[in-house]
């Protein structure tokens, strides 16, 4: 059982949670993931990790299906019955030079621990936060605090710069040597990033998260096709070389899916 300790309204339909985990505390790093069951009668379901302390683990929620419904609807001192982790392979953080971070929407969360190792190795930080609309942007203060440069989009201009994200990232790269993007959202979002990038040989790591049930490898359900090699997001991942993700196959195996879980 883990209790949470903290609910904030990020948004109508996002909200932060602090869980009460120490041993998942001690173990996590950025990049990693846990995989919740809040009841007996409940589907497991993976959620980044967001941050952590010593005792706790932070994760954001956006409702998406009956579960994140559910997790979104608990109250502070309620407890979840199930949560495993630290799940995932942690990023490689190393010195790149600029490293640029691009989020999209409730996924802008996951980036802050990455910004925060990525710019205590001595790397400059700059942040693109996109969404569609400014009442969708999360972690806004957050991600100020661990970057050199925060820069944000909206698709209808409500806050920030109007357009996409990788219409910024065309700009940064035209102005500055870019060592590294970071790229964690929808997978139509990273795959355009990739796109954006692949020509100008940036290398660009994107974190996958497709449908996942045991989180360690067993089940096959997160399978993804990664230079051509079939690969599991759950102990492959969740970060890989974008270059080289077969997104078309990513799209289609998640289309699969679409209902089964509203």
Request: proline share 3%; hydrophobic share 40%; net charge negative.
């Amino acid at each position: 059982m883990a209790k949470i300790l903290n609910k904030y309204k990020l948004t109508d339909s996002t909200y932060e949670l602090r869980i009460e985990a120490p041993e998942i505390a001690k173990k996590s790093k950025p990049g990693m993931f846990l995989i919740i069951r809040i009841d007996k009668h409940g589907e497991r379901i993976p959620l980044s990790i967001a941050d952590w302390d010593n005792d706790s683990v932070t994760i954001v929620v956006t409702i998406a299906g009956d579960t994140t419904k559910q997790l979104s609807s608990m109250d502070e001192g309620d407890s979840i019955l199930d949560v495993a982790g630290p799940l995932g392979n942690p990023a490689d953080i190393q010195m790149f030079g600029t490293v640029v971070l691009i989020g999209g929407g409730c996924a802008t969360a996951p980036i802050y621990s990455e910004a925060k190792a990525y710019r205590e190795a001595g790397n400059k930080i700059i942040i693109i936060m996109g969404a569609r609309s400014s009442n969708l942007l999360v972690w806004e203060n957050q991600m100020r605090k661990v970057s050199d440069e925060l820069i944000i989009t909206t698709d209808d201009g409500t806050k920030g710069q109007k357009g996409f994200v990788t219409d910024t990232l065309k700009d940064i790269m035209a102005r500055e040597k870019i060592g590294l993007v970071v790229a964690i959202g929808p997978v139509i979002m990273m795959k355009f990033v990739s796109l954006t990038t692949k020509d100008a040989e940036i290398k660009t790591i994107v974190s996958l998260n497709p449908i996942m049930v045991d989180g360690i490898g067993m089940c096959g359900a997160c399978r993804v096709s990664v230079a051509n090699k079939n690969k599991f997001s759950c102990v492959d991942g969740p970060e890989f070389d974008g270059h080289e993700v077969d997104w078309d196959n990513l799209i289609a195996r998640n289309k699969c899916y679409d209902g089964c879980c509203k």
